[in-house]
T-cell receptor
Framework: AQSVAQPEDQVNVAEGNPLTVKCTYSVSGNPYLFWYVQYPNRGLQFLLKYITGDNLVKGSYGFEAEFNKSQTSFHLKKPSALVSDSALYFCAVRAGTDSWGKLQFGAGTQVVVTP | GAVVSQHPSRVICKSGTSVKIECRSLDFQATTMFWYRQFPKQSLMLMATSNEGSKATYEQGVEKDKFLINHASLTLSTLTVTSAHPEDSSFYIC????????????FGPGTRLTVL
C-alpha cells in the first residue's frame, strides 16, 4: 500500500521569502511523485512530477521539488513566494508498477503568503 | 497539460432525484478516467477508475449502484448520483490520463453538488 504524509496543515510565509511545503511518501517499488495546487472551489492544477532522472524537478510557476530517495521525501519549493501562491497544495504518489495509475494523495497543506 | 471540463459546475437538487455530471477531455484521448469526491478542507477520495468501454472499478466502500459511472468514449465520462441525499453533497472532481500523457492525471474544475 502507498501513503503520503504532509506534516504541516498550514504554512505561512511573507511575500518574497522562500516557500517550502513538505512531503514524505511510502510506496512499493519506484515511486511516481506529483505536486498539485488547488484554488478555492476549483479542481487541481498539475505543478510538477518526478518519474525518473534528475532528482531536482522544475515545474510551473517557478516551483521545484527535490526527490530524496533515502529520506523518501519530495518537498516542494519556491525561492520567492507571491501572494498569488496562496492555495492548497497536494502531494501525491503512485507505484510505478500500478497499471491503473491510481494516486494516493496527502492531506494537503494550506499555504498563506502575506504581503 | 490537458484540458478537462466538467458540467455542470454547480448543481442543487432535491433529495431523491438523480444528478448526472459530465467530464470531458478536450484535447486528448483519455483511456482512463478517475472520479473523486472532496469534502471541505479535506483531501481527495478516489471513488472509481474507468477505462473506455469497460465497467468502472470502484473503491472499497463506494456504492456502485448509487454512483453510476459510464466511460462511453475516449473523451467523455459521466457520473450519475442516483437518488441523491444530503450526505451526497460534496465536491466531485474528475481526472483523465492516457495517450502520451499516461503518467500524469489532469483534473477537471470540479462540480459542487448540494442536495436539499
Amino acid at each position: 500500500a502507498q501513503s503520503v504524509a504532509q506534516p504541516e496543515d498550514q504554512v505561512n510565509v511573507a511575500e518574497g521569502n522562500p516557500l517550502t511545503v513538505k512531503c514524505t511518501y511510502s510506496v512499493s517499488g519506484n515511486p511516481y511523485l506529483f505536486w498539485y495546487v488547488q484554488y478555492p472551489n476549483r479542481g487541481l492544477q498539475f505543478l510538477l512530477k518526478y518519474i525518473t532522472g534528475d532528482n531536482l524537478v522544475k515545474g510551473s510557476y517557478g516551483f521545484e521539488a527535490e526527490f530524496n530517495k533515502s529520506q523518501t521525501s519530495f518537498h516542494l519549493k519556491k525561492p520567492s513566494a507571491l501572494v498569488s501562491d496562496s492555495a492548497l497544495y497536494f502531494c501525491a504518489v503512485r507505484a510505478g508498477t500500478d497499471s491503473w495509475g491510481k494516486l494516493q494523495f496527502g492531506a494537503g497543506t494550506q499555504v498563506v503568503v502575506t504581503p | 497539460g490537458a484540458v478537462v471540463s466538467q458540467h455542470p459546475s454547480r448543481v442543487i437538487c432535491k433529495s431523491g432525484t438523480s444528478v448526472k455530471i459530465e467530464c470531458r477531455s478536450l484535447d486528448f484521448q483519455a483511456t482512463t478516467m478517475f472520479w473523486y469526491r472532496q469534502f471541505p478542507k479535506q483531501s481527495l477520495m478516489l471513488m472509481a477508475t474507468s477505462n473506455e468501454g469497460s465497467k468502472a472499478t470502484y473503491e472499497q466502500g463506494v456504492e456502485k449502484d448509487k454512483f453510476l459511472i459510464n466511460h462511453a468514449s475516449l473523451t467523455l465520462s459521466t457520473l450519475t448520483v442516483t437518488s441523491a441525499h444530503p450526505e451526497d453533497s460534496s465536491f466531485y472532481i474528475c481526472s483523465v490520463a492516457g495517450g502520451s500523457r499516461t503518467d500524469t492525471q489532469y483534473f477537471g474544475p470540479g462540480t459542487r453538488l448540494t442536495v436539499l
